[in-house]
């Protein structure tokens, strides 16, 4: 229930990721930890098939496949990954300089925090009906396509998740149904054309009543107007969007300008060795892009370098010296 590294990482996004990958280029052991149970942050919970276009060095690239390269980059340091748990409180510790105390009891001392939240805590939207099959056949988001071939899935929402995944899964599962409680989508108008000229049944002014099934998910019952219809499903697809705030960090002393962490140019907070990154920092001309926060990481983690070993050089070595991918 303890954990001790040079470097915590609160947030297991793409700038998450990659500052414990600098912070293992540099030497220093790092964990990383994030409240959704996988690593890439709302990439891979709302776009994880999408093309992102604006990443260096990728003319394009599935939000999926981007977040699995920098899992691979970041592996040969061996990060402890903290998934599917909250950071609740940051405290001064003695010994170690800070202690990160996890809403499930456990603790990760640090040298060093890097706060890389995105838009802070996101929690997703649900229906009461579908409480009792979560992890059972109802989702949040779809990790991996291939997941579902050959399942009947009910995909619920209106917005650009729910219509892509739509489209992504009709060519591989047995039947997709969208069922939205409005007959207008939020999703881009071309990729709703796409959809209703698609094998996809699309329910609309309907909701989900019911689920059943034995162990799993069997069934969905879905109300139309005054029609009650039974669809056979093994996969539940709640695309309804996510509950974002701050959650605990709002209280740890940090100071905040438009519910914001403000930073200095090296990404240092008002507290000692307390870096923020990416979405969840601000200073003067930030540009709010995936690459600008990939900056952010490299930026902090460098200054934390040098915090933690003052006879270190800020900037690292070439890469083109060293052979990450031998390393243990």
Known sequence: METTVDVAVVGAGPAGLYAAYCA?????????????????????????????????GHVA?????????????VAPFDPHYLLGRTAASLTPD????????LEDGGRVR????????????????????????????????????????????????????????????EPIARSVTVVHRRSAFRAHEHSVKQMYAADIRVLTDAQVTACH????????????GDDELTLPAQALVAALGFITNLGPIA???LEMANQQIAVDRAMRTNLPRVYAISDICTYEGRVPLITVGFGD???????????????ARLAPEYSTHRDVAALP
């Open 24 to 56: 293992g280029f540099r030497g220093l052991s790092s964990a990383i930890v994030d409240a959704l149970s996988e690593p890439g942050g709302q990439i891979a919970a709302l776009y994880p098939e999408k093309k992102i276009y604006d990443v260096a």
């Open 61 to 73: 690239v599935r939000g999926r496949e981007l977040i699995d390269n920098l899992v691979a980059q």
């Open 94 to 101: 003695e010994a170690a300089g800070w202690t990160i105390g």
């Open 110 to 169: 640090a040298r060093a925090v890097v706060i890389a939240a995105g838009l802070g805590r996101s929690v997703p939207r649900t229906l009461p009906c579908l409480g009792t099959y979560q992890g059972r056949g109802v989702a949040h988001h779809v990790p991996r396509l291939d997941e579902h071939r050959d399942r009947d899935v009910v995909i619920v929402g209106g917005s650009d998740s729910a219509v892509d995944w739509a489209l992504a899964l």
């Open 213 to 224: 099934g034995a162990q799993r998910l069997e069934q969905v019952c879905v109300r139309t």
């Open 251 to 253: 209280e740890w002393g």
């Open 297 to 311: 990481a490299a930026t902090a983690v460098n200054h934390a370098a040098v915090e933690l070993r003052p006879a």
